[in-house]
């Protein structure tokens, strides 16, 4: 039988359906399969709780920062479970989505509700992949495609956590892909799903912000150098074109509309007197802007927020070096250490058969994978919040398509050592996917030496997850006393049955002592020089609980003090 016999037989729609669905079951298990290792990590409880707000009082005052999509969806299991908040209110977004998740000792299964809320994005998220591949060239590099995505231990990671970086990966590859059916052909229908595919995405994540529009431009771009036929052409679309444009952007105000409960506000906090007394153009605008008549205006106050950050910077870590105005090598450093070493040779491969492709068959769709993953790390280049490759997750399943394409290339060629090469990285893929397993969050390949501290930390590494594994360790190791310097959201004594003292920066103490990584490298420095766990570090650690977390015996008895966390009832 002929290798193109062989293929046919192969890539029969049934087998290879059959294939994907059982592929994507396996990672959904896997994913399940998480949800009782890791406690909520540092932002799981603050999204619950902004989402019950919206679900429980229909309103959506606690963070700004972050649209209500993906929250609601967090918030919906537990909601319909009979799980509510605030009552009274504790004041903060942490605190509340601390009081939901161990009130009445449910704390996994109301967390794994939580969780459960990101999983429909995830499967959404094959989807896509396999509609758009298979369309753009064919079941088999579709099949691959999805494998990728599947196996992939960031997009694991997230998938598996009540966050916003799983749903906005999927809702920006949703819009990327309506953008370009509707280039194509730019018909009302497509403007309809263009503009609702749009608005989803904005409600996700304020990243989309950015991202989207620079997708758009890199498409735009794309065509313009494939096509050949100038500028003009490249976006000219014709008067229906221009109506169902005009379509899109309105089913994407009233998407993200709707998302805030058909709202009304202000677009800037009321001014102050003084500000009111001094009159002119300005203190007009300003109490124009104050009115609560305006439609989004969580959004727009949202953005501005967002901006601010970026501007403001946020405490980072690099390579040893601690900042708050981020590195422009971040992403790129994040993403070489984070992504499985088969991954990124198989993205050589397809990027490099892809190119040559794209110039002689001259489908400028077929390049739009590879051009809107490099739009989005350059963008991403000018960040000033460089707190995880989590912000740059939506390359994955990019990438994925085309290290699929470079894949079935090469499985479908006449060379037998073309195929053994890419049957063994498959082979690869697989075994590093499996031994990362539940360990998805903290994964870094052999680049990283065993030892990933040195390179990254913040919410690649250490976001608070270990602490229910302490717990673990200390109970089975019949551990009485310990010191502890745990970064994370979640409450201590509700994980670790021990006598526990919080241990601050420079102090010193015996006995057992738990650090979290974040912790002994970097605190909150304020951008001043922080060596506070310098002296512990210099100690070996009895063992790694998990990856984040580092447990130590120090010689002499620790004298366990008064001081004691606070424990929700």
């Not at 504790?90 to 459960?116: I, Q, V």
């Not at 894949?407 to 690869?428: D, H, M, T």
């Not at 102090?507 to 506070?532: F, H, I, K, M, Q």
């Not at 015996?553 to 004298?559: E, I, S």
Request: net charge positive; hydrophobic share 50%; with cysteine.
């Amino acid at each position: 039988m002929s290798i193109r016999d062989r293929y046919a037989s192969l890539a029969r729609p049934e087998r290879l359906y059959a294939v994907a669905v059982v592929l994507v079951a396996i990672a959904v298990l896997r994913i399940a399969g998480t949800y009782g290792v890791y406690n909520a990590t540092w932002d799981e409880p603050a999204h619950l709780a902004c989402g019950m707000e919206l679900l429980q009082l229909g309103q959506y005052t606690y963070e700004p920062q972050h649209p209500p999509l993906a929250r609601v969806s967090v918030a919906l299991g537990p909601y319909l479970a009979g799980i509510r908040g605030f009552t009274p209110r504790l004041g903060s977004m942490w605190n509340e989505g601390l009081d939901m998740l161990y009130r009445e000792g449910s704390y996994f299964r109301t967390l794994g509700l939580a969780r459960l809320g990101i999983l429909p994005f995830f499967l959404l998220g094959a989807v896509l992949l396999w509609l758009w591949t298979q369309r753009r060239f064919d079941r088999l590099t579709a099949l691959v495609a999805v494998l990728l995505y599947t196996l992939s231990p960031n997009v694991l990671a997230h998938a598996g956590l009540a966050t916003t970086d799983m749903a906005v990966t999927v809702m920006l590859i949703a819009a990327v892909l309506a953008f370009v059916a509707w280039l194509e052909a730019p018909t009302l229908r497509r403007g309809v799903l263009l503009g609702l595919a749009a608005g989803c995405a904005l409600v996700t994540k304020f990243s989309t912000v950015v991202f989207l529009p620079v997708c758009v431009v890199a498409v735009l771009l794309l065509r313009w150098v494939v096509e050949r036929r100038g500028w003009h052409g490249a976006w000219a679309v014709g008067p229906t074109g221009r109506r169902s444009l005009g379509v899109a952007f309105v089913m994407a105000f009233l998407v993200s509309w709707a998302a805030y409960g058909f709202s009304l506000g202000p677009l800037v906090d009321a001014p102050g007197a003084a500000q009111i007394e001094e009159g002119g153009t300005l203190g007009l605008v300003e109490r124009l802007a104050a009115l609560p008549v305006y439609p989004l205006s969580e959004m727009v106050r949202g953005v501005r927020a967002v901006a601010e950050h970026n501007a403001e910077g946020h405490t980072s870590y690099l390579l040893g070096e601690v900042r708050d105005s981020g590195w422009w090598y971040y992403f790129p450093v994040a993403f070489i250490v984070k992504t499985p070493i088969p991954f990124l040779l198989l993205v050589g491969i397809g990027g490099a058969l892809l190119t040559r492709h794209v110039r002689t068959e001259r489908r400028w769709q077929d390049a739009v994978p590879l051009v809107c993953a490099a739009a989005i790390v350059l963008v991403s280049l000018t960040s000033n919040i460089n707190i995880g490759v989590r912000h740059i997750l939506v390359v994955y399943p990019l990438l994925a398509i085309v290290a699929a394409f470079g894949a079935a290339s090469w499985l479908r060629a006449r060379k037998v050592a073309f195929r053994a090469v890419v049957i063994g990285l498959l082979a690869w893929s697989v075994g590093a996917s499996a031994a990362a397993h539940p360990d998805y969050l903290p994964y870094f390949n052999a680049l990283a030496r065993g030892a990933p501290e040195r390179i990254l930390i913040a919410a690649d590494l250490d976001w608070g997850q270990d602490l229910q594994r302490l717990g673990n360790v200390v109970r089975q190791r019949g551990i009485r006393e310990v010191a502890i310097a745990y970064f994370g959201s979640a409450v201590p004594p509700h994980h670790v049955d021990a006598q526990l003292r919080p241990l601050e920066p420079y102090e010193r103490a015996t006995g057992w002592v738990a650090a979290s990584v974040w912790r002994l490298w970097v605190d909150d420095t304020d951008g001043a020089p922080y060596d506070g766990f310098g002296w512990l570090r210099a100690h070996e650690p009895t063992m790694r609980v998990g990856r984040s977390i580092f447990l130590y015996h120090l010689p002499d008895t620790l004298a366990i003090g008064q001081d004691s966390f606070p424990v929700l009832p």
